[in-house]
């Protein structure tokens, strides 16, 4: 079996010619979320959250926002339903589809 060695290649050690021809610059991975919705204290919270319920974190954090919801508690319920969002989108976006239509329907 041969063993065969190919270095690693960047832009500094290839050819000039080469250098020239390839134009295409990677650019470095960067946070894609609007910074405008960055909120620590609610990704700590959502964190935390995770670390206590694992894998089922998001449901659990809708599980309170609904408790908290049909408990007339507006605040809690933002609150959940954010760390809900954190956790899961879609999870959320369906609960807060359903809560909207419960008080449709009560109005």
Known sequence: MTIRFAAATTAASTHPVVRRVCTVRLSRPANDNPSADR???????ALRH??????AAAR???GRAEEAFFAGDREAYEWWLSVCRQLD???ARDCAAGID???AADA
């Open 39 to 45: 909120n620590d204290k609610l990704l700590y919270e």
């Open 50 to 55: 995770f670390a206590q319920h694992g894998i």
């Open 60 to 62: 659990h954090a809708k």
């Open 89 to 91: 989108r879609r999870m």
């Open 101 to 103: 239509s419960a008080e």
